[in-house]
Protein backbone atom coordinates (compact mmCIF):
# COMPACT_ATOMS: atom_id res chain seq x y z
CA UNK A 1 0.00 0.00 0.00
CA UNK A 2 1.62 3.06 -1.27
CA UNK A 3 -0.26 5.91 0.53
CA UNK A 4 -3.08 7.18 -1.90
CA UNK A 5 -5.53 4.30 -0.48
CA UNK A 6 -5.39 4.74 3.20
CA UNK A 7 -7.30 1.91 5.45
CA UNK A 8 -9.42 3.70 7.99
CA UNK A 9 -9.99 2.30 11.73
CA UNK A 10 -13.20 3.63 12.59
CA UNK A 11 -12.66 1.81 16.01
CA UNK A 12 -9.92 2.76 17.76
CA UNK A 13 -9.44 3.37 21.19
CA UNK A 14 -5.87 5.49 21.14
CA UNK A 15 -6.34 7.20 24.06
CA UNK A 16 -6.45 4.53 26.56
CA UNK A 17 -3.57 2.49 27.71
CA UNK A 18 -1.55 0.58 26.75
CA UNK A 19 -1.55 2.53 22.87
CA UNK A 20 -1.26 6.22 24.72
CA UNK A 21 1.73 5.44 26.68
CA UNK A 22 3.21 3.97 23.01
CA UNK A 23 1.41 6.09 20.44
CA UNK A 24 3.92 7.21 18.07
CA UNK A 25 5.29 3.46 17.60
CA UNK A 26 1.72 2.32 17.20
CA UNK A 27 0.94 4.97 14.37
CA UNK A 28 4.21 4.52 12.36
CA UNK A 29 3.37 0.53 12.97
CA UNK A 30 0.03 1.26 11.47
CA UNK A 31 0.94 3.65 8.61
CA UNK A 32 3.70 0.68 7.72
CA UNK A 33 0.53 -1.31 7.49
CA UNK A 34 -1.17 1.19 5.16
CA UNK A 35 -3.75 2.01 8.00
CA UNK A 36 -4.04 6.02 8.18
CA UNK A 37 -7.33 7.33 9.33
CA UNK A 38 -8.74 6.56 12.67
CA UNK A 39 -12.04 7.57 14.82
CA UNK A 40 -11.11 7.19 18.35
CA UNK A 41 -14.42 6.63 20.14
CA UNK A 42 -15.23 8.08 24.13
CA UNK A 43 -16.24 5.88 27.13
CA UNK A 44 -16.74 8.07 29.96
CA UNK A 45 -16.66 11.65 30.88
CA UNK A 46 -13.56 11.94 32.52
CA UNK A 47 -11.27 10.43 29.52
CA UNK A 48 -13.19 13.38 27.03
CA UNK A 49 -10.13 15.74 27.75
CA UNK A 50 -7.82 12.97 26.72
CA UNK A 51 -9.73 11.74 23.84
CA UNK A 52 -9.73 15.53 21.85
CA UNK A 53 -5.89 15.85 23.22
CA UNK A 54 -5.33 12.60 21.24
CA UNK A 55 -6.76 13.61 18.00
CA UNK A 56 -5.48 16.84 18.31
CA UNK A 57 -2.09 15.32 18.12
CA UNK A 58 -2.82 12.51 15.24
CA UNK A 59 -3.01 13.97 11.86
CA UNK A 60 -6.11 12.36 10.27
CA UNK A 61 -7.54 11.35 13.68
CA UNK A 62 -11.21 12.25 14.24
CA UNK A 63 -13.17 11.74 18.22
CA UNK A 64 -16.55 10.58 18.51
CA UNK A 65 -17.12 11.74 22.34
CA UNK A 66 -20.06 10.22 24.22
CA UNK A 67 -20.77 7.16 26.84
CA UNK A 68 -20.56 4.07 26.90
CA UNK A 69 -23.34 1.89 28.23
CA UNK A 70 -20.42 0.86 30.51
CA UNK A 71 -20.86 4.40 31.86
CA UNK A 72 -23.97 4.89 31.20
CA UNK A 73 -24.77 6.34 35.20
CA UNK A 74 -22.82 9.33 34.24
CA UNK A 75 -25.56 10.78 32.20
CA UNK A 76 -26.92 13.69 33.78
CA UNK A 77 -27.47 17.37 33.33
CA UNK A 78 -23.95 18.34 34.04
CA UNK A 79 -22.85 16.07 31.81
CA UNK A 80 -25.05 16.15 28.78
CA UNK A 81 -23.97 20.13 29.08
CA UNK A 82 -20.32 19.11 29.02
CA UNK A 83 -20.90 16.74 26.14
CA UNK A 84 -22.83 19.55 24.41
CA UNK A 85 -19.94 21.61 24.72
CA UNK A 86 -17.52 19.37 22.73
CA UNK A 87 -19.35 18.84 19.60
CA UNK A 88 -18.44 22.55 17.93
CA UNK A 89 -14.63 20.80 18.01
CA UNK A 90 -13.97 20.73 14.62
CA UNK A 91 -12.06 16.63 15.12
CA UNK A 92 -15.32 15.65 16.52
CA UNK A 93 -17.13 13.84 13.90
CA UNK A 94 -19.64 11.64 15.60
CA UNK A 95 -21.11 10.82 18.90
CA UNK A 96 -19.94 7.50 20.44
CA UNK A 97 -19.67 5.09 21.99
CA UNK A 98 -23.56 4.59 23.12
CA UNK A 99 -25.69 2.26 23.14
CA UNK A 100 -26.75 -1.25 24.98
CA UNK A 101 -24.73 -4.00 26.44
CA UNK A 102 -27.57 -6.94 27.64
CA UNK A 103 -24.36 -8.40 28.55
CA UNK A 104 -22.63 -6.06 30.70
CA UNK A 105 -22.50 -6.77 34.67
CA UNK A 106 -23.23 -2.50 35.15
CA UNK A 107 -26.14 -0.33 34.70
CA UNK A 108 -29.29 -1.59 34.14
CA UNK A 109 -31.00 -1.51 30.98
CA UNK A 110 -33.20 1.66 31.91
CA UNK A 111 -30.42 3.48 32.85
CA UNK A 112 -28.05 2.56 29.48
CA UNK A 113 -31.48 3.48 27.77
CA UNK A 114 -31.80 7.27 29.62
CA UNK A 115 -28.16 7.26 28.51
CA UNK A 116 -28.58 6.31 24.92
CA UNK A 117 -31.79 8.02 24.02
CA UNK A 118 -30.12 11.79 25.60
CA UNK A 119 -27.54 10.96 23.41
CA UNK A 120 -29.63 10.36 20.24
CA UNK A 121 -30.84 13.64 20.81
CA UNK A 122 -27.66 15.27 21.09
CA UNK A 123 -26.34 14.44 18.00
CA UNK A 124 -29.26 14.93 16.20
CA UNK A 125 -29.83 18.76 17.21
CA UNK A 126 -25.34 18.80 16.14
CA UNK A 127 -26.62 17.04 13.18
CA UNK A 128 -23.83 14.43 13.77
CA UNK A 129 -23.57 10.82 13.10
CA UNK A 130 -23.45 8.13 16.23
CA UNK A 131 -20.93 5.62 16.78
CA UNK A 132 -23.11 2.20 18.29
CA UNK A 133 -21.93 -0.26 20.62
CA UNK A 134 -25.00 -3.32 21.04
CA UNK A 135 -24.57 -6.35 22.18
CA UNK A 136 -27.35 -8.87 22.34
CA UNK A 137 -30.27 -5.86 22.61
CA UNK A 138 -30.48 -5.64 18.51
CA UNK A 139 -34.30 -5.25 18.38
CA UNK A 140 -34.24 -2.80 21.09
CA UNK A 141 -31.30 -0.88 20.16
CA UNK A 142 -33.45 -0.38 16.17
CA UNK A 143 -36.59 0.27 17.62
CA UNK A 144 -34.72 3.26 19.68
CA UNK A 145 -32.98 4.33 16.65
CA UNK A 146 -36.27 4.74 14.65
CA UNK A 147 -38.09 6.43 17.68
CA UNK A 148 -35.23 9.10 18.14
CA UNK A 149 -34.72 9.68 14.48
CA UNK A 150 -31.30 8.82 14.14
CA UNK A 151 -32.00 7.61 10.59
CA UNK A 152 -31.37 11.68 9.90
CA UNK A 153 -27.63 11.85 10.26
CA UNK A 154 -26.98 7.91 10.49
CA UNK A 155 -23.73 6.65 11.69
CA UNK A 156 -21.67 3.19 12.05
CA UNK A 157 -22.71 0.06 14.55
CA UNK A 158 -19.75 -0.98 15.67
CA UNK A 159 -18.92 -4.88 16.39
CA UNK A 160 -21.57 -6.01 14.76
CA UNK A 161 -22.64 -9.71 15.98
CA UNK A 162 -26.12 -9.41 14.60
CA UNK A 163 -28.14 -11.01 11.48
CA UNK A 164 -28.13 -10.14 8.42
CA UNK A 165 -31.61 -8.94 8.74
CA UNK A 166 -31.08 -6.76 11.32
CA UNK A 167 -27.78 -5.15 9.34
CA UNK A 168 -30.46 -4.46 6.32
CA UNK A 169 -32.85 -3.04 8.69
CA UNK A 170 -29.65 -0.87 10.07
CA UNK A 171 -28.58 -0.09 6.86
CA UNK A 172 -32.03 1.03 5.50
CA UNK A 173 -31.50 3.58 8.75
CA UNK A 174 -27.98 4.67 7.19
CA UNK A 175 -25.83 2.74 9.40
CA UNK A 176 -22.76 1.17 7.91
CA UNK A 177 -21.74 -2.50 9.87
CA UNK A 178 -18.10 -2.61 11.71
CA UNK A 179 -16.23 -5.49 10.78
CA UNK A 180 -13.48 -5.99 13.28
CA UNK A 181 -11.38 -9.23 14.24
CA UNK A 182 -14.24 -11.38 15.33
CA UNK A 183 -14.48 -11.55 11.44
CA UNK A 184 -10.94 -13.79 11.63
CA UNK A 185 -11.33 -16.09 14.10
CA UNK A 186 -11.70 -19.50 12.40
CA UNK A 187 -14.73 -20.61 13.84
CA UNK A 188 -16.26 -17.49 12.58
CA UNK A 189 -20.05 -17.86 11.07
CA UNK A 190 -22.22 -15.41 10.98
CA UNK A 191 -20.04 -11.89 10.48
CA UNK A 192 -18.64 -13.77 7.40
CA UNK A 193 -22.40 -13.92 6.19
CA UNK A 194 -23.31 -10.89 6.93
CA UNK A 195 -20.18 -8.81 5.50
CA UNK A 196 -21.11 -11.31 2.13
CA UNK A 197 -24.65 -10.37 2.04
CA UNK A 198 -24.12 -6.63 2.63
CA UNK A 199 -24.29 -4.25 -0.01
CA UNK A 200 -20.16 -2.37 -0.79
CA UNK A 201 -21.62 0.86 0.65
CA UNK A 202 -22.15 -0.03 4.25
CA UNK A 203 -19.11 -2.33 4.85
CA UNK A 204 -16.46 -0.32 7.19
CA UNK A 205 -13.44 -1.26 9.17
CA UNK A 206 -12.58 -1.03 12.93
CA UNK A 207 -9.86 -2.74 15.05
CA UNK A 208 -11.75 -2.08 18.79
CA UNK A 209 -8.10 -2.17 19.62
CA UNK A 210 -6.58 -2.71 22.61
CA UNK A 211 -9.60 -5.00 22.74
CA UNK A 212 -10.66 -7.75 20.55
CA UNK A 213 -7.33 -8.90 18.44
CA UNK A 214 -7.97 -10.41 15.62
CA UNK A 215 -6.45 -14.00 14.31
CA UNK A 216 -3.88 -15.35 15.19
CA UNK A 217 -3.39 -12.47 17.78
CA UNK A 218 -6.48 -13.33 19.44
CA UNK A 219 -6.10 -12.83 23.62
CA UNK A 220 -3.33 -10.19 23.10
CA UNK A 221 -3.88 -6.08 23.36
CA UNK A 222 -4.76 -5.49 19.77
CA UNK A 223 -3.10 -2.71 17.46
CA UNK A 224 -4.21 -0.26 14.77
CA UNK A 225 -1.56 -2.00 12.33
CA UNK A 226 -3.33 -4.98 12.73
CA UNK A 227 -6.11 -3.68 11.10
CA UNK A 228 -4.44 -4.81 8.07
CA UNK A 229 -5.23 -8.31 8.76
CA UNK A 230 -9.18 -7.76 9.04
CA UNK A 231 -8.84 -5.80 5.62
CA UNK A 232 -7.50 -9.04 3.80
CA UNK A 233 -10.12 -11.22 5.77
CA UNK A 234 -12.71 -9.01 4.02
CA UNK A 235 -11.15 -9.25 0.46
CA UNK A 236 -10.84 -12.41 0.96
CA UNK A 237 -14.77 -13.09 1.53
CA UNK A 238 -15.63 -10.10 -0.36
CA UNK A 239 -13.14 -11.31 -3.56
CA UNK A 240 -11.98 -7.70 -3.63
CA UNK A 241 -8.26 -6.32 -4.15
CA UNK A 242 -6.77 -4.98 -0.57
CA UNK A 243 -6.50 -1.50 -3.31
CA UNK A 244 -10.43 -2.13 -3.47
CA UNK A 245 -10.89 -2.81 -0.23
CA UNK A 246 -9.08 0.27 0.90
CA UNK A 247 -10.78 2.53 -1.32
CA UNK A 248 -14.51 1.19 -0.92
CA UNK A 249 -14.36 0.97 2.93
CA UNK A 250 -12.23 4.36 3.66
CA UNK A 251 -14.86 6.03 1.24
CA UNK A 252 -17.77 4.43 3.50
CA UNK A 253 -16.51 5.73 6.48
CA UNK A 254 -15.68 9.12 5.00
CA UNK A 255 -19.59 9.19 3.91
CA UNK A 256 -20.96 8.39 6.98
CA UNK A 257 -19.12 10.62 8.94
CA UNK A 258 -19.00 13.55 6.52
CA UNK A 259 -15.35 14.01 6.32
CA UNK A 260 -13.56 14.76 3.11
CA UNK A 261 -12.65 11.70 1.31
CA UNK A 262 -8.90 11.26 0.65
ZN1 LIG B 1 -14.88 0.44 21.72
Redesign the pocket.
Known sequence: MNGEALFFDT?A?LDCPPLVQRLAGELAAARAAGVGRFLV?G?APQGWQRLLETVDSVPDAWAAPGI?PLAAQDWNSSTVAALAALLDHPRVVAVG?IGLDALLDGPSPAIQEVALRGQLRLAREAGLPVLI?CRRAQGRLLDILREERAGERGGIL??FSGSIETARQAMDLGFAIGFGGTLTYPNARRAPEVLKALPAAWVVLET?AP?IAPHPHRGEDNRPAWLALIAAEVARIRNWSLEETARITTENACRVLKITPP
Open positions: HHPVHEHHADD
